[in-house]
């Protein structure tokens, strides 16, 4: 049976395309396997997002290479964001690379790689084709990174490993909001949006094998389906869709990621009020907290606004979690701009962020802007707003000090296999010590203590029963 390995760079959009190529191949008889060493078919699902994302992806097929020296009858292949944006380029460097797929693409890499793997041993090697595979002849490498009409219904399938809790569900695919640093328009195209059916059957499927949990999935998840489909009743499509995969029996957790503050109407805020399965976390990207920034990245929104949405989300759902993803060293980012942006961030008390440097993309608008800011200064920014951002996240691990809060156990602790490793309804990770069966279920867990991001606890019936020993 051959292997394959595969490699996911990047956000949760990424993973799940990942998991929709192993199922594509698994179908075809291929087995998993972990180590790239011993696979017969190594790929790379990569993210462009931030040139750092690019070069890690770059430089672990480089060192790939030295496997394809040793084993010339292996395919490597470069997919997802930076296949799409580089294409056949990425085969100059890298001759080793036999394939290249892009984002509207994740359903052809499985007969793309039998191609491959029967060229490669030979099989539909063409009787005048050279022993070693020339990086110009078509025939021995693949590149694939055209648009095709409907890609976005062909993330729908995904193999679960047993007792898997949680599922990400793709519902859309593509951007049309071109905020200036970014460059997923580019790599995913414009924006397309699944069929409420489909994704309910999907979703329905996933329950129906015991997942607790699903997350929607979009690249501004909340403005789903806004060419495709009508409002109905005042209520967006988004919203239609929630409360469809609300109604599924056996659901127990519905979340969705990641919204944009423009198209987070009443109707969207009223649902956390009407949907208990909903859960109280938001992720909202903010990006800046200065309105000369926002309008530079197109944003279209102001600080302003952004505070008025969060405190209406938190006036909808009692004790709700909002996260966020900040850019500092935006071009022109003054000391002024950057103060905006922390006092904001001060002022809201994220339960999280996810701070980044600004990192100029090919062919952005805001790569060529003026006053790029130096690295230093982005790494001050950074820093400082980090020490900001840990201390409100740690403040919101505190505040649960002492209290049971639900958790749906995810399985063992990656850090500590000992150890359990669950979520709350607000993202949190809760991890506890107890016994295989809570693995899938909603266990109430007593929040002993916190590292920060982590919190620690016990199941409250254990807790219960030492408390009673002691007692007794
Ligand atoms: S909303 Fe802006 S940052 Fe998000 S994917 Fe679209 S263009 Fe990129």
Do not use: W
């Amino acid at each position: 049976m051959p292997k394959f390995f595969i490699k996911t760079y990047g956000c949760q959009m990424n993973e799940r395309d990942s998991e929709q190529v192993a199922h594509s191949l698994i179908a075809r008889g291929y087995e998993r396997t972990e180590s790239e060493v011993e696979a017969d078919v190594v790929l790379l699902n990569t993210c462009s997002v931030r040139d750092m994302a690019d070069q890690k992806a770059l430089g672990k097929m480089g060192m790939l290479g030295q496997v394809a020296n040793r084993r010339p009858e292996v395919v490597f292949g470069f997919l997802g964001c930076m296949a799409q944006a580089r294409g056949a380029s990425l085969l100059k460097n890298l001759p080793h690379v036999d394939l290249v797929v892009g984002t509207q693409k994740f359903h052809r890499v499985a007969d793309y790689v039998e191609q491959l793997v029967a060229a490669k041993n030979g099989r539909a090697r063409p009787p005048d084709a050279p022993p070693n595979r020339r990086i110009d002849d078509p025939r021995f490498s693949i590149v694939d990174v055209g648009e095709e009409a409907g890609s976005q219904e062909t993330i729908r399938e995904q193999r679960l490993a047993p007792k898997q809790a949680t599922a990400f569900v793709s519902i859309m695919q593509g951007c049309n909001m071109h905020c200036t640093f970014c460059i997923v328009p580019q790599t995913r195209g414009a924006e397309r949006s699944r069929l409420i059916a489909e994704i309910v059957r999907e979703a329905r499927g996933l329950v129906a094998h015991g997942v607790k949990e699903i997350t929607l999935l979009g690249q501004i998840v909340n403005l789903y389906g806004r060419h495709e489909f009508p409002k109905i009743d005042n209520k967006s499509p988004f919203v239609q869709l929630l409360e469809a995969v609300h109604e599924i029996d056996g659901l127990e957790r519905l979340r969705f990621t990641s919204p944009h503050p423009i198209g987070f109407r009443e109707d969207l805020i009223r649902a956390f009020e009407m949907l208990p399965k909903l859960v109280e976390h938001v992720h909202l990207p903010l990006q800046s907290g200065s309105n000369k920034i926002l309008k530079a990245m197109h944003r279209v929104y102001t600080a302003e606004k952004y505070i008025d949405l969060v405190q209406r989300i938190r006036q909808a759902r009692e004790g709700i979690a909002i996260t966020t993803d900040i850019i500092v060293g935006f071009p022109g980012e003054t000391e002024n701009d950057y103060k905006q942006t922390r006092d904001l961030v001060e002022r809201i008390q994220f339960d999280n962020a996810f701070v980044f440097r600004y990192s100029p993309r090919r062919d952005t608008p805001a790569a060529s802007m003026p006053n790029q800011i130096p690295e230093h200064v982005k790494e001050e920014r950074n820093h400082d707003l980090l020490n900001v951002v840990n201390e409100s996240a740690r403040r919101a691990g505190e505040r649960l000090v002492g209290r049971d809060v639900e958790v749906l156990c995810e399985g063992s602790s990656k850090t500590n296999p000992a150890r359990l490793m669950g979520r709350t309804r607000t993202n949190k990770i809760v991890l506890f010590e107890g016994a295989d069966e809570f693995v899938r279920e909603l266990v109430d867990v007593r929040i002993e203590r916190t590292t920060g991001f982590s919190l620690y606890g016990t199941p409250v019936i254990q807790a219960d029963a030492e408390t009673a020993t002691i007692a007794a």
